[in-house]
Every structure is written in structure tokens, then in C-alpha cells.
């Protein structure tokens, strides 16, 4: 029953593959700007809502030119901030449009950091990273979501400690008071003080950026492994696990060693390790839902039974139930029987004839960097070697 409910929508799936998940992607962009842009209050909301349905018709078909579209969308917001602020941005976004267009899914990924940290699900950034684009992206995804969420508190004057940011959002209105009137070099020493205060800090931030690309990287390094797809989804939730362990060991663990670092609003949060807990527990049951949800789907559409099929079975069934016991069978030449047909002589199948009527399960078909490399056979003598002159 619940594969006849779920055979259609896979089907569906499927067939529209890249379509809807470039769809996904799409909306997820528009989304991001447009809340980006309302909150910033720069553009009019009839026009903020029209660039959102743009970016997100254009970024199912041409996801260069939706790219481009908010690219070009948050320049003047940025401008009425700081000029300075302007020219970085467009300088980066220039710089790395190729990998951000061809990684767009990563990018608003860790784009959407200090979002999902007012709801504490920061740490499913470098976990969904490292399962969905492998152990080096997702190190590199995990790396660039703390350093984007520094960024971002520090602009917007938070202690950027990850345990303080948690339950916080930057407010565009606290970037506007900070950087309105700081000319080149002033803009640099605001971007870089949050880092950089002593000697001591400039180290608790970098093991910090560090520990969400090891977990990053520690996930993405065993999901790809066959003994975790082929052992879904108990290994994954383990898999999960020992990430969320990672950024627990990274957020907890360092304040205790470098003390002379950290500030009172860390020493208050240490104290309720609320916060730490309840990501932990929502990277390890997220992260497995939606990924072993994502494998699901791309496994093969289960086959669908044909009427003749189950007729025929039924037909057999009521024949055998009305036939007298002494044509049946005994127990005794049946065991016979598959004992003659499994001598090498005897190429019929070990199967029964009913069992080749029931549906069986999709299975998972591997990927190719999963199969292994043809070698020539070095014993084989009918090999015929050819010498061009």
C-alpha cells in the first residue's frame, strides 16, 4: 500500500531530477535575498517581492544570470552602507563567481549560517556539507560557514564567539551605525578587530573556523564510503554523530584551554550548555532524515505488479487447493528435484516459479567512482598482441 502511495511522486522524481532540484535551489536563493533585502528596508516591497520571483524563475533554467541578478541586487544596499563594504563584495563575488554558480547549493548553504544560528542549527551546515559534496567541500564548507558567520556578527558588533552568536541575529541597522562613516582604512581595522584583538584571540577564532572543517571533512570523508550506504540509516545517524561530537569538542573544549581569550558572555554560556545539547541532537536526527530522505530518492522506481500476473497466481493457488494430495508432491521429491537441478549438468534456476512473480525491491545502483578499475588478465593465453611499426 505505501508503495503504491510513494511510486508515483518518485516516479515523478525521477524523471524531473535535475529540474526540480535546480528549482530548490532557485527558490532557496530568491528566499535568501529577499529577506536579506527586506531587512536591509532599501528597496520598496513591491520591488523587493519582483527581483524574488525573478531570481527564482531565472535560477531554474540560467543560474549564472540569477546569480548576476542578486549579485547586482545587493550592491546598493551595500553602497548606501559603506562604499567600501560595496567594492569587497563585488570584488569576491567577482573573483569566485565560478565556483559559487557551480557550487549553488553550497554557497546558499553557508550563505544561510547566521540564519540558522538564531535557531541554534549552525552545526548542520558542515554536516550537510561533507554528506551531500564529500570530505574536501565539505571541509572547505565548513571552513567558510564559521569564517561567514564571524564576519557577520563582528559587522554587526556581537562577540563573535560561536557559543555567544548562537540564539543571535545580526542586525543590518547595527552595520549601518558601525560602518556609515569609516572611510577605506577604518573599514579594514572594523572587519579585522573582531579577529585580531590580541594574541590569544586571533588563535581561539582560528581553532574555531578549523573545528567546523574537520567535522566537515570527518563526515564527508566517511558518507562516501560503501559500508555507510549500503548500512543506511543506522550509519549515517553514526556518522552524524561523531561530527556533532566534533563541534561539541570545539565549542566546549576550547574555552577551558584558552581562558585568557574568552569573555564573560562565554563564561555565561558555558554555564548552560542548553544551546551546545540541542544542536548536537538536531544535526544527528536532521542531518539523517533529510540525508537518508536524499538516497531514497535516488534509488531506482520500484516495479509496478501487472494484472496478468496476479491473475495467473490466483488461477494456480485455486488449482492446487482443489487437486487431490495424491498429485502433489512430497516433500521428499521436491528436495529431490532441487537437488538434480543444482548439479552443474542441470542449467535450470534454483528459483521456484512463484517467486519469480513478487516485486522486488529497488537496489541502489553504484556510482562510478564506486566500481572498480578494469586490469587486463595476465594468464590469458588467448590474447592476441599486436607490434605497429
Same mark, same amino acid.
Given at each position: 500500500?505505501?508503495?503504491?502511495?510513494?511510486?508515483?511522486?518518485?516516479?515523478?522524481?525521477?524523471?524531473?531530477?535535475?529540474?526540480?532540484?535546480?528549482?530548490?535551489?532557485?527558490?532557496?536563493?530568491?528566499?535568501?535575498?529577499?529577506?536579506?533585502?527586506?531587512?536591509?528596508?532599501?528597496?520598496?516591497?513591491?520591488?523587493?517581492?519582483?527581483?524574488?520571483?525573478?531570481?527564482?524563475?531565472?535560477?531554474?533554467?540560467?543560474?549564472?544570470?540569477?546569480?548576476?541578478?542578486?549579485?547586482?541586487?545587493?550592491?546598493?544596499?551595500?553602497?548606501?552602507?559603506?562604499?567600501?563594504?560595496?567594492?569587497?563584495?563585488?570584488?569576491?563575488?567577482?573573483?569566485?563567481?565560478?565556483?559559487?554558480?557551480?557550487?549553488?547549493?553550497?554557497?546558499?548553504?553557508?550563505?544561510?549560517?547566521?540564519?540558522?544560528?538564531?535557531?541554534?542549527? *549552525?552545526?548542520?551546515?558542515?554536516?550537510? !556539507?561533507?554528506?551531500?559534496?564529500?570530505?574536501?567541500?565539505? =571541509?572547505?564548507? !565548513?571552513?567558510?560557514?564559521?569564517?561567514?558567520?564571524?564576519?557577520?556578527?563582528?559587522?554587526?558588533?556581537?562577540?563573535?564567539?560561536?557559543?555567544?552568536?548562537?540564539?543571535?541575529?545580526?542586525?543590518?541597522?547595527?552595520?549601518?551605525?558601525?560602518?556609515?562613516?569609516?572611510?577605506?582604512?577604518?573599514?579594514?581595522?572594523?572587519?579585522?578587530?573582531?579577529?585580531?584583538?590580541?594574541?590569544?584571540?586571533?588563535?581561539?577564532?582560528?581553532?574555531?573556523?578549523?573545528?567546523? =572543517?574537520?567535522?566537515?571533512?570527518?563526515?564527508?570523508?566517511?558518507?562516501?564510503?560503501?559500508?555507510?550506504?549500503? &548500512?543506511? %540509516?543506522?550509519?549515517?545517524?553514526?556518522?552524524?554523530?561523531?561530527?556533532?561530537?566534533?563541534?561539541?569538542?570545539? *565549542?566546549?573544549?576550547?574555552?577551558?584551554?584558552?581562558?585568557? =581569550?574568552?569573555?564573560?558572555?562565554?563564561?555565561?554560556?558555558?554555564?548552560?550548555?542548553?544551546? %551546545?545539547?540541542?544542536?548536537?541532537?538536531?544535526?544527528?536526527?536532521?542531518?539523517?532524515?533529510?540525508?537518508?530522505? &536524499?538516497?531514497?530518492?535516488?534509488?531506482?522506481?520500484?516495479? &509496478?505488479?501487472?494484472?496478468?500476473?496476479?491473475?495467473?497466481?490466483?488461477?494456480?493457488?485455486?488449482?492446487?487447493?482443489?487437486?487431490?494430495?495424491?498429485?502433489?508432491?512430497?516433500?521428499?521429491?521436491? !528436495?529431490?528435484?532441487?537437488?538434480?537441478?543444482?548439479? %552443474?549438468?542441470?542449467?535450470? %534456476?534454483?528459483?521456484?516459479?512463484?517467486?519469480?512473480? &513478487?516485486?522486488?525491491?529497488?537496489?541502489?545502483?553504484?556510482?562510478?567512482?564506486?566500481?572498480?578499475?578494469?586490469?587486463?588478465?595476465?594468464?590469458?593465453?588467448?590474447?592476441?598482441?599486436?607490434?605497429?611499426?
Amino acid at each position: 500500500m505505501i508503495a503504491h502511495a510513494f511510486r508515483g511522486p518518485h516516479n515523478l522524481y525521477r524523471r524531473y531530477q535535475a529540474f526540480l532540484e535546480s528549482s530548490v535551489t532557485a527558490l532557496g536563493l530568491a528566499a535568501l535575498v529577499s529577506l536579506t533585502l527586506w531587512n536591509m528596508s532599501v528597496y520598496p516591497a513591491n520591488w523587493v517581492l519582483v527581483m524574488g520571483v525573478a531570481m527564482a524563475v531565472l535560477g531554474i533554467r540560467w543560474p549564472l544570470l540569477a546569480y548576476i541578478m542578486a549579485v547586482s541586487a545587493m550592491i546598493y544596499p551595500l553602497y548606501t552602507i559603506n562604499l567600501y563594504l560595496a567594492v569587497i563584495f563585488v570584488a569576491v563575488s567577482v573573483l569566485g563567481y565560478r565556483l559559487f554558480v557551480h557550487y549553488l547549493g553550497a554557497t546558499l548553504l553557508v550563505l544561510s549560517t547566521p540564519l540558522l544560528a538564531k535557531y541554534h542549527l *549552525h552545526w548542520l551546515v558542515p554536516i550537510l !556539507g561533507g554528506l551531500w559534496w564529500g570530505g574536501i567541500a565539505g =571541509a572547505w564548507i !565548513g571552513g567558510l560557514a564559521a569564517l561567514w558567520g564571524k564576519i557577520m556578527g563582528g559587522m554587526a558588533g556581537l562577540n563573535i564567539d560561536w557559543l555567544v552568536m548562537a540564539g543571535q541575529l545580526p542586525n543590518a541597522q547595527e552595520i549601518l551605525l558601525r560602518y556609515h562613516q569609516a572611510n577605506s582604512l577604518e573599514t579594514l581595522l572594523l572587519l579585522i578587530e573582531p579577529f585580531a584583538s590580541t594574541s590569544g584571540v586571533i588563535l581561539y577564532n582560528l581553532l574555531q573556523v578549523i573545528g567546523w =572543517a574537520v567535522a566537515g571533512g570527518f563526515v564527508g570523508a566517511l558518507a562516501w564510503r560503501k559500508w555507510v550506504k549500503y &548500512r543506511a %540509516p543506522w550509519s549515517i545517524l553514526v556518522v552524524t554523530a561523531g561530527g556533532g561530537l566534533i563541534m561539541m569538542v570545539t *565549542h566546549l573544549a576550547l574555552p577551558y584551554w584558552l581562558h585568557e =581569550a574568552i569573555t564573560d558572555e562565554t563564561v555565561r554560556a558555558l554555564q548552560d550548555p542548553a544551546g %551546545p545539547l540541542f544542536s548536537l541532537l538536531m544535526v544527528i536526527i536532521v542531518s539523517t532524515a533529510i540525508h537518508s530522505f &536524499r538516497e531514497s530518492l535516488d534509488l531506482p522506481v520500484a516495479p &509496478r505488479r501487472s494484472s496478468k500476473t496476479i491473475i495467473r497466481k490466483r488461477k494456480k493457488e485455486a488449482a492446487g487447493a482443489g487437486a487431490n494430495s495424491l498429485s502433489r508432491r512430497s516433500k521428499a521429491a521436491r !528436495g529431490q528435484g532441487k537437488k538434480d537441478r543444482a548439479r %552443474p549438468d542441470n542449467p535450470v %534456476p534454483l528459483e521456484e516459479p512463484d517467486t519469480l512473480d &513478487r516485486p522486488r525491491r529497488p537496489v541502489r545502483v553504484p556510482k562510478q567512482s564506486e566500481l572498480p578499475e578494469w586490469e587486463p588478465p595476465r594468464d590469458e593465453s588467448g590474447l592476441i598482441m599486436l607490434e605497429i611499426d
